[in-house]
Nanobody
Framework: QVQVVESGGGLVQPGGSLRLSCTASESSSSINVMGWHRQAPGKEREFVALITSGGITNYADSVKGRFTISRDSAKNTMYLQMYSLKPEDTAVYYC????????????WGKGTLVSVSS
């Protein structure tokens, strides 16, 4: 079973920054895609960003230009650097992992809470 663990959530003021981290139990060489989703209170879970093993990135329109996704393969860790945070970014952020050997299955972490409020 693949273990996925997020960290770095917390309370930040509007306009502030925060960096989330995600560590997977699998080696980087076996991971095809890593990504972030989020779920705000009372809303559906939504896609935020992803990064492939080749370094290709994709972002939701709502976070383009404010969030940056990156990977450190040596540490089996992915990051989501968030700038210019808005109250509407408040949500539980979930890390996802897709293995190269099983691209139809997505493994999820338990999530980390980001609260943007003054």
């Amino acid at each position: 079973q693949v273990q996925v663990v997020e960290s770095g959530g917390g309370l930040v003021q509007p306009g502030g920054s925060l960096r989330l981290s995600c560590t997977a139990s699998e080696s980087s060489s076996s991971i095809n895609v890593m990504g972030w989703h989020r779920q705000a209170p009372g809303k559906e879970r939504e896609f935020v960003a992803l990064i492939t093993s080749g370094g290709i990135t994709n972002y939701a329109d709502s976070v383009k230009g404010r969030f940056t996704i990156s990977r450190d393969s040596a540490k089996n860790t992915m990051y989501l650097q968030m700038y210019s945070l808005k109250p509407e970014d408040t949500a539980v952020y979930y890390c996802t992992v897709v293995l190269s050997a099983d691209i139809v299955r997505q493994y999820w972490g338990k999530g980390t809470l980001v609260s943007v409020s003054s």
